[in-house]
């Protein structure tokens, strides 16, 4: 009888882009299973029945880092205790950058339960896949994670980890070319997400409206946002998909600004290898359409 093939150990991926960059190792020989559906935030989750059974039976869990994914932490350590814990944040190498905390950027929290709470200066800006070149680390780290519980495909992943860093090489170009027009234009975003692509990228927000995910600015915070928006000639003001708020078209009322749309999560996109890259071009797109 023929030896029958070791089955791919069962993977599961916290948030739609590193689920993406895990597909896309993993491209040939299994999927990974996705925890967050589309179009949820990253900040407040409730786990299915369905997300349960698949922690549960994994091997390896990748997900970016505790300050994002606080929903997790208690199901990793009640139906994942034999998984192991592959935390992105802590590859050596990426570019880590502190919250922004100034006027313009006031503190916001990720906690699960959306109380506001104060930050230490020092505390880490959460979003590190926006930097596709942080990206490009976690590819190797993703691949290494995957040979150690399954040596059958090792070759395999490290093929596509290195397959998928030249594409995130020719992404980056393709970006940079489609912002060329629109750098030093101003804009504001309701949530304080995008720092690690902006420096990637060379633009830069003049300030965010929400003081936190989930908690509206008050009438002095507003003010100040619409006299910021005005004093900037901030062009865009951009919403998300994930946070269906009222507040930028109120903040948007009686300026010239337009309001665009920036999904830093994917939320319209098809899960899987191809999301990532799909996700950093849309974000560029969406940037260059509404600041031309």
């Known amino acids: 009888m023929p030896v029958r093939a070791a089955a791919v150990p069962e993977v599961a991926a916290s948030i739609a882009p590193v689920h993406s960059l895990v597909a896309r190792v993993m491209q040939g020989a299994g999927a990974p299973y996705l925890l967050l559906p589309s179009g949820r935030s990253p900040h407040d989750h409730a786990l299915r029945p369905s997300d349960a059974a698949a922690l549960e039976r994994a091997a390896l869990v990748f997900r970016v880092d505790p300050e994002l994914e606080r929903w997790l932490e208690r199901p990793l350590t009640t139906l994942a205790s034999g998984a192991r814990e592959v935390r992105l944040s802590a590859t050596p190498g990426i570019t880590r950058l502190a919250r922004r905390e100034s006027e ?14 104060d930050h230490e200066p020092a505390e ?10 942080n990206a490009k680390l976690w590819l190797g780290e993703i691949a290494a994670a995957l040979a150690a519980v399954d040596p059958n495909n090792a070759t395999l992943y490290r093929a596509n980890a290195a397959a998928a860093n030249v594409e995130l090489d020719a992404t980056m170009v393709a970006i940079n070319a489609r912002l060329a027009l629109v750098r030093g234009r101003p804009f504001v975003v309701f949530h304080d ?4 692509f902006e420096r990637r990228f060379g633009i830069a927000a003049a300030g965010a409206v929400a003081l936190g995910d989930a908690r509206p600015p008050g ?11 005005r004093a900037a000639n901030a062009r865009c003001l951009f919403r ?9 078209a109120t903040v948007a009322a009686g300026t010239k600004t337009r309001i665009g749309v920036l999904d830093p999560l994917g939320a319209g996109l098809e899960p899987g290898p191809g999301l990532y890259p799909s996700l950093l071009a849309a974000l560029a797109d969406g940037l ?3 600041l031309e």
Do not use: G, M, T
Not at 124 to 133: A, R, S, V
Not at 193 to 196: E, F, L, W
Not at 219 to 229: D, G, Q, T, V, Y
Not at 240 to 248: D, T
């Open 104 to 117: 313009a950027f006031e503190a916001h929290d990720h906690d699960d339960d959306h109380e506001l709470h």
């Open 124 to 133: 880490l800006d959460p979003h590190f896949w926006l930097d596709p070149k």
């Open 193 to 196: 997400a995008y720092q690690y």
């Open 219 to 229: 009438p002095a915070r507003l003010a100040n946002i619409r006299e910021r928006i």
């Open 240 to 248: 998300e998909p994930q946070f269906r708020s009222p507040l930028v």
């Open 288 to 290: 260059a359409d509404c």
